[in-house]
Nanobody, 126 residues
Framework: QLQLVESGGGLVQPGGSLRLSCAASALSLNRYAIGWFRQAPGKEREGVSCITRSGESLNYADSVKGRFTISRDNAKNTVYLQMNSLKPEDTAVYYC???????????????????WGQGTQVTVSS
């Protein structure tokens, strides 16, 4: 059973940066595509970004283009979300999720992931 644990959230001022981590335990992440999602209060969960097994990234949300970067370090069994130029509207609980795939250059087009972390809170406020 794959277990995911997010960390790195917190309170940051507008324009600041945070790096979220998604660490896996029990199993290796290198057979999984990994996605980051977020859910703001009163809103539906939305996709942020996804990274394929081979390291290619796909942005689900146009609002984060040029500001957020997803990456993975298979040796550390960890996926990262570097968030720069943060805005108050980025405030949300951020989740990472994983889906097993034999394809190395594939990300789901939806929220069809099998494993989810517990989330980490990101608050952007002055």
């Amino acid at each position: 059973q794959l277990q995911l644990v997010e960390s790195g959230g917190g309170l940051v001022q507008p324009g600041g940066s945070l790096r979220l981590s998604c660490a896996a335990s029990a199993l290796s992440l290198n057979r999984y595509a990994i996605g980051w999602f977020r859910q703001a209060p009163g809103k539906e969960r939305e996709g942020v970004s996804c990274i394929t097994r081979s390291g290619e990234s796909l942005n689900y949300a146009d609002s984060v283009k040029g500001r957020f970067t997803i990456s993975r370090d298979n040796a550390k069994n960890t996926v990262y979300l570097q968030m720069n130029s943060l805005k108050p509207e980025d405030t949300a609980v951020y989740y990472c999720a994983a889906v097993f795939t034999p394809l190395t250059t594939w990300c789901p087009q939806s929220q069809s992931y099998n494993y989810w972390g517990q989330g980490t809170q990101v608050t952007v406020s002055s």
